[in-house]
């Protein structure tokens, strides 16, 4: 019937966009479709009111239509509550609810109740109605949770506290026995409505932070004659045991020990968060796990070994979402940032976000290679399809590496340093971290050594495009870089196979001695490339004259001894062609006819007869 499914489905289409108002009038909308649907309208207009049979078990067993009627009345009435609640509140600047207000609140959520009691009853007759027991024990985990949220509204934290517990033992029990899909629903509705309602009652109850909600859970619940957590426990018998048990059991005899404190710098805080501390616990098994795995790893290429962090990335994650849920519900509370356990929870944080930025530059460490990327591997050879021996593959040449794939490798180089230096950076904004003056100059120095593997990085890419220059300009400034950084005289032959944050003083000279390799091999060429053009220009920069580069500047010097072409030269220069015809009209050429007998021009165009002889050619010029 997925009973959880369909309210979870309705509830979040509805309220994603909307409020509980118009969620109530979708619900009444759908009410009156199934009514009209299964004919369980009221009698015709006109005629005298007749109330419908209450649904009975067969009627469920024909048509499961009728368990959507009582759930959408349920879910009315409880949405007209949560509306009248979100108004006043509103209006009154989160005040407390009293009056009025607060009876028709609890009024509606009995109301809501009463649906959700009737369907559990006529669920629990299996043969009549054909339902199965996850369908029961559905419809009694909202039944439950609904009674959970009268005892909330009228601040009876005890029962509340007691029917949420039972109403998270079913969910968390269907949802460890369904299928993924199903068990992501369950696992949802319990994050976002039973669990927060479980942390307020038990702090309104004074039970301790440092309490986990299985722990909760376990002590709260009401096991004497309830037949539905029998059920329960019959199908998981570790359900009323902790997470702690749990990972003790999955974990295979490893042994995992919950820490009571967690130490950042010169500080030692006491864990008082119990999500927090299992997470911890977690992470601190993962490392044990990886660091077994990196020494037994047949694989050795880099994106194996990266892949094995992914085991501790993801409890490092939980943990710093544990810290922060604890300081957010420490400040919803109206705690002071004074407070003694506002300011241990800041220094988790600290810690965790730092370990967990370890990890993550830990695996880019990783995916960068030997030597932190500062070292060019050749490619291994390509594995063919063929099988070939041991022998063979060790007689056969290493191809040679185009440029274009030294250029894509150390693109990737790049994204993973820029990743990192920004994960770098994000530690300098984590809370205690700009007091610490010591602290930001270790931090400064491990950032100077990953810019300079940047700009090494970088200066090879120009290098294979033939820009020289700007290669050593890059190569010089990864040496300012790495020249002035603190760090201890430790080698790294004792650190740990799991590289994390720790960059030693044997790895800063490593990088400085292959720096200064490349500095001066960059400069030779450059110095080969000068002197080069120095003796071309020797034998060619005075094979023009002067007086044919004009527009250059001498940077050389002038040679006055080749100011101009002596002797000069014919050449042929531009001529217009308009010269050539006004020469044209003057010149003599053999066999022209002359226009005068005796060979003169009239003056000023005019003849001896006094008429104004007419100009012909271009600009009034004739021939």
């Known amino acids: ?94 005040q407390e609810i009293t009056g009025s207000t607060k009876r028709h609140i609890v009024s509606r959520l009995r109301r809501a109740s009463s649906f959700a009691a009737h369907l559990v009853e006529l669920l629990g007759d299996h043969q009549t109605s054909g339902a199965n027991p996850e369908d029961l024990l559905e419809a009694r985990a909202y039944y439950v949770s609904l009674c959970g949220a009268i005892g909330f509204e009228k601040q009876h934290w005890q029962e509340s506290l007691k029917s949420y517990c039972e109403a998270r033992l079913i969910y968390g029990a269907l949802a460890k026995a369904s299928a993924s899909k199903r068990g992501d629903v369950f696992r949802d509705f319990l994050s976002s409505s039973i669990d927060p309602s479980i942390r307020y009652s038990a702090y309104q109850l004074k039970v301790p932070r440092t309490a986990s909600i299985e722990a909760i859970t376990r002590d709260y619940v009401t096991r004497n004659d309830n037949q539905y957590l029998q059920d329960v426990f019959k199908r998981d018998p570790e359900a009323f045991q902790d997470a702690t ?6 974990s295979a005899g490893s042994s995992l020990d919950v820490p009571k404190s967690i130490q950042w710098r010169s500080r030692t805080v006491k864990l008082e968060d119990a999500a927090t501390a299992q997470a911890l616990a977690a992470v601190s098994l993962a490392e044990g796990e990886l660091a077994a795995k990196l020494s037994s790893q047949s694989d050795n290429s880099p994106k194996a070994k990266a892949a094995a962090f992914d085991a501790v990335l993801l409890p490092s994650q939980d943990a710093v979402d544990a810290t922060k849920t604890a300081i957010d519900e420490l400040s919803a509370d109206g705690v002071p940032q004074s407070d003694p356990r506002m300011q241990s929870l800041q220094i988790t944080r600290t810690a965790v976000n730092y370990a967990l930025v370890g990890w993550r530059v830990g695996r880019n460490r990783v995916l960068c290679g030997e030597a932190d990327g500062a070292v060019l591997q050749p490619p291994g050879p390509k594995r063919s399809r063929v099988k070939q021996t041991d022998e063979t593959l060790k007689d056969s040449p290493t191809p040679a590496e185009s440029n274009s794939h030294q250029m894509k490798r150390l693109r990737e180089r790049v994204v993973l340093y820029d990743a990192t ?8 904004y984590l809370p205690g971290v700009a007091p610490d003056q010591s ?33 050593l300009a890059l190569l010089a400034r990864a040496q300012e870089h790495i020249t002035h950084i603190p760090f201890p005289t430790e080698s790294s032959s004792s650190r740990n196979q799991a590289l994390n944050l720790e960059v030693t003083a044997d790895q800063v000279s490593k990088l ?10 960059h400069r030779a060429i450059m110095a080969l490339r000068d002197s080069a053009k120095t003796a071309n220009k020797g034998s060619m920069a005075y094979e023009q004259p002067l007086v044919q580069r004009l527009d250059t500047y001498p940077g050389e010097g002038v040679n006055l001894g080749n100011l101009v072409t002596y002797p000069p030269r014919v050449e042929p220069i531009p001529v217009k062609p308009i010269f050539l015809d006004v020469a044209y009209n003057f010149m003599e050429y053999p066999g022209r006819r002359k226009d005068l007998s005796d060979g003169t021009a009239p003056a000023n165009g005019v003849s001896e007869t006094g008429k104004k002889e007419s100009k012909k050619g271009w600009f009034g010029f004739s021939r």
């Open 245 to 250: 048990s749990r990972m003790d059991r999955s």
């Open 439 to 471: 602290f930001l100059k270790e931090l400064d120095g491990k950032l100077s050594y990953f810019k300079a593997l940047r700009c090494t990085a970088i200066a090879r890419s120009y290098r294979l495009l033939g820009d020289v220059k700007s290669a």
């Open 421 to 428: 230096l920004q994960s770098l950076d994000s530690v300098k």
């Open 512 to 521: 400085k001695t292959l720096l200064q390799g490349l500095l001066t091999e």
């Open 1 to 94: 019937m997925e009973i959880t499914q369909f309210i979870t489905s309705r509830r979040e289409r509805a309220l994603l966009d909307s409020d509980y108002s118009t969620y109530r009038k979708q619900l009444t909308k759908r009410l009156l479709t199934v009514r009209r649907k299964l004919q369980y309208t009221s009698s015709a207009k006109g005629k005298k009111y007749a109330a419908k049979p209450a649904v009975e078990a067969k009627d469920i067993n024909q048509n499961h239509e009728y368990v959507h009627l009582l759930l959408l009345s349920a879910e009315r009435a409880w949405a007209q509550a949560m509306y009248m609640r979100a108004i006043h509140g509103a209006e009154s600047g989160n």
